[in-house]
């Protein structure tokens, strides 16, 4: 099984950018299918971003199209998000996660393994 520790995050003024990072062990990324879900307040869990292992094809929701990209770097065994252009109504607790291959990407329940979740909070 891999285990998954999230690293960047914080406080960051609307319009700004930052990158959050997902290390992995015990598997290699390349063997899972990568998610980005977060959840605001009040809120339910939502996709935002994943990346094939097989393939390194990427997804994402219509919501963060255009400002957010999620890569692999298979030597570092490391997935990031990087968000640009960041709005008051991106502030949640991000979470990255790993699914066996060929899995519903958008789906949630379909990850196995979950980081530890790191907090965004953009003001206006």
């Known amino acids: 099984q891999v285990q998954l520790v999230q690293s960047g995050g914080g406080l960051v003024q609307a319009g700004g950018s930052l990158t959050l990072s997902c290390a992995a062990s015990?598997?290699?990324?390349?063997?899972?299918?990568m998610g980005w879900f977060r959840q605001a307040p009040g809120k339910e869990r939502e996709f935002v971003a994943a990346?094939?292992?097989?393939?390194?094809?990427?997804y994402y929701a219509d919501s963060v199209k255009g400002r957010f990209t999620i890569s692999g770097d298979n030597a570092k065994n490391t997935v990031y998000l990087h968000i640009v252009s960041l709005k008051p109504e991106d502030t949640a607790v991000y979470y990255c996660?790993?699914?066996?291959?060929?899995?519903?990407?958008?789906?949630?329940?379909?990850?196995?393994?979950w980081g530890q979740g790191t907090q965004v909070t953009v003001s206006s």
């Open positions: 996660a790993a699914a066996h291959l060929g899995v519903v990407l958008f789906m949630a329940s379909r990850y196995n393994y």
């Open positions: 015990g598997r290699t990324i390349s063997s899972y299918d």
């Open positions: 990346i094939r292992g097989s393939a390194g094809s990427t």
